[in-house]
Nanobody
Framework: QVQLVESGGGLVQPGGSLRLSCAAS????????MGWYRQAPGKQRELVAA???????NYADSVKGRFTISRDNAKNTVYLQMNSLKPEDTAVYYC??????????????WGQGTQVTVSS
């Protein structure tokens, strides 16, 4: 089994910064990609940022230039540095990992979610 443990959510002022962390643990052969999604009330869950094992990154247009995703492969941990936060960034943020287990099967795991609130 695999667990994703998230931390770093909270309440911030517009223009402020926040750093999210997500650590994957358990029976993992390899992690192909990790990323962050978010879901605001009444909206679909959307990709915020993702990073592959090779370091390639993708960002939603709405956060490009403000958010930075990074990864520590030795710790199976992904980070999301969020700067210049806006009220529209308010959402529950979910960590996601695409990995292969020792059984050679592909798995898609999700964290519990952490609330990010940007007050106006």
């Amino acid at each position: 089994q695999v667990q994703l443990v998230e931390s770093g959510g909270g309440l911030v002022q517009p223009g402020g910064s926040l750093r999210l962390s997500c650590a994957a643990s358990g029976s993992i052969f390899s992690i192909n990609a990790m990323g962050w999604y978010r879901q605001a009330p009444g909206k679909q869950r959307e990709l915020v940022a993702a990073i592959t094992s090779g370091g390639s990154t993708n960002y939603a247009d709405s956060v490009k230039g403000r958010f930075t995703i990074s990864r520590d492969n030795a710790k199976n941990t992904v980070y999301l540095q969020m700067n210049s936060l806006k009220p529209e960034d308010t959402a529950v943020y979910y960590c996601n990992a695409l990995l292969m287990g020792w059984d050679s099967r592909k798995y898609d795991y999700w964290g519990q979610g952490t609330q990010v609130t940007v007050s106006s």
